[in-house]
């Protein structure tokens, strides 16, 4: 199981920006999938999204500004962030593992991507 995430870049405040994960290896209904970012100053990585048993989870940090889809003839989960804020800047990383369950911890997941920056700005 591989992913790679796409899609970053810069934004300015109340902008949009849209984030690929591509899974290979293992399709997605197999998958339990985590966007999580890192933050400029903290080590830690913090749960963005993550598609869940009972569906889609957010932070609160993020909850009514982002939005997950996927698409499986592609294999890929789109992370839609919107009315994007400074704070929201930082590397954003795709995770995965096989199974379905609900996983809101980056400990949980064994498959990263590279990561993506996103950085919002004016």
């Known amino acids: 199981l591989e992913v790679a995430e796409s899609g970053g870049g810069l934004v300015q405040p109340g902008g949009s920006l849209k984030l690929t994960c591509q899974a290979s290896g293992v399709t997605m209904e197999h998958l339990s999938i985590g966007w999580f970012r890192q933050v400029p100053g903290k080590e830690d990585k913090e749960v963005v999204c993550?598609?869940?048993?009972?569906?889609?989870f957010c932070g609160d940090s993020v909850k009514g500004r982002f939005t997950m889809s996927s698409d499986t003839a592609k294999n890929t989960l789109t992370l839609e962030m919107s009315s994007l804020k400074p704070e929201d800047t930082g590397v954003y990383f795709c995770?995965?593992?096989?199974?379905?369950?609900?996983?809101?911890?980056?400990?949980?997941?064994?498959?990263w991507g590279q990561g993506t920056q996103v950085t919002v700005s004016s």
């Open positions: 995770a995965a593992r096989v199974g379905i369950g609900t996983f809101r911890y980056a400990n949980e997941y064994p498959s």
């Open positions: 993550i598609s869940g048993h009972d569906g889609p």
